[in-house]
C-alpha cells in the first residue's frame, strides 16, 4: 500500500514527538536525585525503635518515597560497630554522634550543605555549644538532638537533718559544707559522703567530666588553637588538686575514696549527701528508690566568676560519608532536629533537655529538667582528639596521686604529654 504524502508527515510528526517525550522522560529521570528517595538505615543508642517509630511514621507521611528503618545498637559496643559497618556496605546512612566525636571521625561524615541549613540560621536555632561541637570551622556536620549538662543531685533528707536549707551555688560554699555533711567513724572510715567527688572512674560515674568542667571553669585553654597540643597543666593544676583533695584522708575536706561503692549507687542508697550528674540519671534514682528524696540544682561555679560556665554531653545525628542517600538522610535528621514538633515529640519520649532555643520554655517550669535546660545556654566543652583516650588519661591522673604515686604536678603534666603525642601522631 502506498502511502499519501499527508500521512507520511502525519507519521513522521508523531515519531518526531515521541522521541521528544522519550528524550524529556530520560533527562528528567537522570536530573532526578537518586539519594532522596529509597530506604535509609538509621543506627540508634539508649534510644529504643518505640521512641522513634512515632516519629518515623510522621515523617513518611510527608515523604512516601523514603523508608526508614531504624536499629539500637549495643552502647557497650556501638563505637566499635560503627567504625565497623561504615567501612562497609553494611553500615547505616545516619547515625547517632555524640559532640565529643568530631576531632576523630570527621572523615567519615558527610556535611550538610550550606544552602540546605545556612550557618546564620544554625546559629538562630541552637546555642554555641552545638557550633563549638558539631560545627566549629563553619561547616554542619550533625545536628543535635537534646542537650544535656552536669548538674547537682542532693539528698534533701541529708540537708535538712543538718540544718542546710538551701544548696550550695559556687565550689566555695560546696566545700565548705562538705565536713559538716559526711559522716565518718572512729577511725575515719567514711559512712555517708558528703559527695561523690574526689575518686576516678573506678568509683566516680563521670568523674573526668567534672574535672573537665573545673579545669574550664578555671580558665584552661584545654589545647593550644591550631590543635596541635594540649594545654592544661598549668592552669588545670589548681583544679586538679581541688578535686583531688576530697579523696585525700590527709584533707580537712576528705569525703570519698574509691573503695566505696559506685557514686549513683551510694547515692541512690541515701549514704552520700551529692552527686554530680546528667538528667538521664533521674528516671534510673525514682525506678530504683522511689523513697528517696532528692532534687536538682545548677552546676556549682567559682566564687565570683564573671562568666557561667557548664559542662555538656549530649548526642546528634549524622549522615556516612559513604551513603547513596544522603539526601534523604539529611531530610529526616533536619525534619527531626530543627523542627518544634517533632523535636518535642522525641524529648517527652525520652525525658531530655531541649537543644531548640525555641523550646526551651517549654521546659522553663519541667521539675525535673528545668536546671538543665536553663544551662544549656552556657555549656562548653573542649575538642579531644579522642574522648575515650582523654577519659582514660584523665582518670590513671586522679588515681596516681589519690593513691600517693604521683605529685599532682607531675600527673597532670604527664597526662598533658600522653594526649599531645596522640594529637600529634594523628596530625
Known sequence: MTLSRRKITFIGVVLLVAIIVTGLFIIGK??????ATGTIKIWGVFDGIEIFRPLIGEFQKSNPGVNVEYTKINPDTYEQDLINGLATAQGPDLFMFHNSWLPKHFDKLLPLSESELPIVTFRKLFPSIVEQDFAPDGVIYALPLYIDTLAMFYNKDILDTKGIALPPK????????VPKLRELDRSGKVLTAGAAIGGSE??????????????????????????TAAEFSQKGLQSLNFYTQFASPASPYYTWNDSLPYSIDHFIEGNAAIMFNYSHQIPIIKSKNPFLEFA???????????NTINWANYWGMAVSAKTPKSKAAWSFIQWLTTNEQPALQYLKATKRPPALRSLMDNFATNPDLSVFSAQTLTARS??????????????????????????????????????????????
Open 296 to 306: 536538682v540544682a545548677p552546676m556549682l561555679q567559682p566564687k565570683e566568676a564573671q
Open 30 to 35: 537522570r536530573r532526578e536525585d537518586p539519594g
Open 202 to 227: 573506678r568509683s566516680i560515674n563521670r568523674a573526668t567530666d567534672i574535672l573537665n568542667l573545673l579545669m574550664l571553669q578555671s580558665g584552661a585553654p584545654m589545647v593550644k588553637s591550631d590543635f
Open 170 to 177: 559556687t565550689w566555695a560554699e560546696f566545700q565548705n559544707l
Open 382 to 427: 573542649w575538642p579531644q582528639i579522642d574522648n575515650v583516650v582523654v577519659e582514660k588519661s584523665f582518670s590513671t591522673m586522679i588515681e596516681n596521686i589519690i593513691a600517693g604515686k604521683m605529685t599532682a604536678n607531675k600527673a597532670v603534666l604527664q597526662s598533658e604529654q600522653e594526649i599531645t603525642q596522640l594529637m600529634l601522631r594523628r596530625k
